[in-house]
């Protein structure tokens, strides 16, 4: 059969309610072979942070940037 099932997963911002994923469109987010991949990825110079376990996106509000900075008072 041509047609096959395989597990991929995707790199998703861990702040409540962002919903964020990485790449352009929902439907059409950067695919990755593990999470560990994933996570490799986001954190190498795309504008998302990894802080331990959660990533947090490039958006910009006071939300991500104070998870983005812990110490940042803004
Ligand atoms: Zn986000």
Redesign the pocket.
């Known amino acids: 059969m041509a047609v096959k099932q395989k597990v991929v997963y995707i790199a998703a ?1 861990d ?1 409540p309610d ?3 994923v990485y790449g352009e469109d929902p439907e059409w987010a950067y695919h990755f072979d593990s999470p560990e991949a994933a996570t490799a990825w986001v954190d190498d110079g795309t504008g998302w942070a990894k802080d331990g376990d959660r990533l ?2 490039s ?1 910009d509000d006071r939300t ?1 940037d104070q998870a983005r900075m812990p110490g940042l008072l803004i």
């Open positions: 911002c702040i962002c919903g964020a947090i996106c958006a991500h």
